[in-house]
């Protein structure tokens, strides 16, 4: 009887270690990933994919010029399902300029990246930026 304890007893810790090893492990996987947004310098707008993210989630955002002629505009929308509002923004300078920026998700829901190349419909830009989010 006391073997039999002993024995569930080490199944349960291994269990609970094990099951916490894979939800650790899971939560560092999602928290490093960056959704991808790339300008071409045909484009003067371009808008990233939604991501999900929950109110408190720390929410880091970048951009990075590759020679681009103009500088970029570029920020983070949270969409409600009806309309965008803009949460933060940057501008990375011509050339190989670049800006980067984090804030508190003020919303549970979507939120995408979008960059605008120079002023009003100027073509010219050329770079990449990110999104990314951490519990």
Same mark, same amino acid.
């Given at each position: 009887?006391?073997?039999q304890?002993?024995?569930? &007893?080490?199944?349960?810790i291994?269990?609970?270690f094990?099951?916490?090893?894979? %939800?650790?492990?899971?939560?560092v996987?999602?928290?490093?990933?960056?959704?991808?947004?790339?300008?071409?310098?045909? #484009? &003067?707008s371009?808008?990233?994919?939604?991501v999900?993210?929950?109110?408190?989630?720390?929410?880091y955002?970048e951009?990075?010029n590759?020679g681009g002629? &103009?500088?970029?505009g570029?920020g983070?929308?949270?969409f409600?399902?009806?309309?965008?509002t %803009?949460i933060?923004?940057?501008?990375?300078?011509?050339?190989?300029?670049?800006?980067?920026?984090?804030?508190?998700?003020?919303?549970?829901?979507?939120?995408?990246?979008?960059?605008?190349?120079g002023? #009003?419909?100027q073509?010219?830009?050329?770079g990449?930026?990110?999104?990314r989010y951490? %519990?």
């Amino acid at each position: 009887m006391l073997v039999q304890k002993l024995n569930n &007893h080490k199944v349960r810790i291994v269990f609970m270690f094990a099951l916490s090893l894979m %939800l650790t492990i899971g939560s560092v996987i999602a928290s490093a990933k960056d959704y991808k947004l790339t300008m071409p310098p045909t #484009e &003067h707008s371009v808008i990233g994919d939604f991501v999900f993210i929950f109110k408190g989630d720390s929410v880091y955002y970048e951009w990075k010029n590759s020679g681009g002629t &103009h500088g970029v505009g570029f920020g983070v929308y949270y969409f409600d399902g009806q309309s965008s509002t %803009l949460i933060a923004n940057k501008t990375a300078g011509s050339g190989n300029g670049g800006a980067w920026d984090s804030f508190t998700a003020p919303y549970t829901g979507n939120y995408f990246l979008k960059a605008n190349c120079g002023g #009003e419909g100027q073509t010219g830009c050329k770079g990449s930026g990110f999104i990314r989010y951490e %519990l």
